[in-house]
């Protein structure tokens, strides 16, 4: 089991992850069959690395537990039952992220209109807001230098990340990693409520109030040990099983 991974079986972490596709398409944050949210698995018998990502060409909202793809560091396909492959590509730079972040169970990245918009400026996000102050001093960056990303970036973006959670991508969009894939998702919509009141804020042509640095970073605090306590329990809070409610809802026999 990787450090920091806690006790979840297979068999929920797929069911977790289909829901992270399925509710990034809920709230509007997928982009075609772009992006990709993966997983990592217990290590196999000889140590072996597994991963568990979306079938390629695949909606986010036609994910189910059951045709997500097990893929080793590299890309390679171990197990497949939808048949499709992956995005090889796509998956470099969650392969180089997971290699180097062995707390990350998850690891999220999006193209929203609004999280590119607040990648795009110098100043990023602004503690603005509840939601933007829990990322306060939380937040990396890393430049932009095109669609393919070769070895050389990869080790950029790992070095941008350091030891943080949560990066963006200049001019692209947002990366998040989660000691499961609850954090992971719980993040991803928080950081985009955040990048949305941002733009709203700022479009207003008023004078936003921008939170002074102490009270930022107080609330970052506050929903720091908030999430740690989630994560004693494995990012199974009450949050995260509504949200899973929410899919059962919307979408019966979502999970298969
Ligand atoms: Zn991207």
Redesign the pocket.
């Known amino acids: 089991m990787p450090d920091g991974m806690t006790a979840t079986s297979t068999s929920d972490l797929r069911r977790d992850l289909a829901a992270a596709y399925r509710l990034i398409a809920h709230f509007g944050m997928d982009d075609g069959i772009?992006?990709h949210i993966s997983a990592r698995l217990p290590d196999g018998p000889e140590g072996d690395k597994r991963f568990l990502l979306n079938p390629y060409g695949l909606r986010f909202d036609e994910v189910t537990p059951d045709n997500l793809v097990t893929v080793d560091e590299t890309g390679a396909v171990i197990d497949d039952p939808y048949g499709a492959g992956v995005n090889e590509a796509g998956f470099t730079i969650h392969s180089a992220v997971h290699m180097a972040r062995h707390d990350a169970v998850c690891v999220l990245?999006t193209?929203t209109v609004a999280g590119v918009a607040v990648s795009s400026v110098q100043e990023g996000l602004l503690p603005l807001n509840q939601w933007s102050a829990q990322f306060f001093g939380q937040i990396v960056f890393h430049d932009y230098e095109g669609i393919a990303l070769n070895l050389e970036e990869r080790a950029r973006i790992v070095a941008d990340l350091g030891d943080k959670r949560v990066m963006l991508?200049r001019n692209?969009?947002t990366l998040l990693l989660g000691r499961s894939v609850a954090e992971a998702v719980k993040y991803a919509i928080n950081l985009e409520r955040s990048c949305k009141a941002q733009v709203a804020a700022l479009s207003m042509g008023l004078t936003p109030v921008v939170l002074p640095d102490d009270v930022a970073a107080h609330t970052a605090g506050q929903y720091a040990r908030a999430y740690d306590k989630m994560e004693e329990q494995g990012g199974r809070d009450p949050e995260w099983a509504a949200l899973l409610r929410l899919l059962d809802a919307k979408i019966p026999g979502w999970a298969g």
Do not use: D, N, Q
Request: charged fraction near 0%.
């Open positions: 772009y992006t990245h193209h991508l692209h969009g």
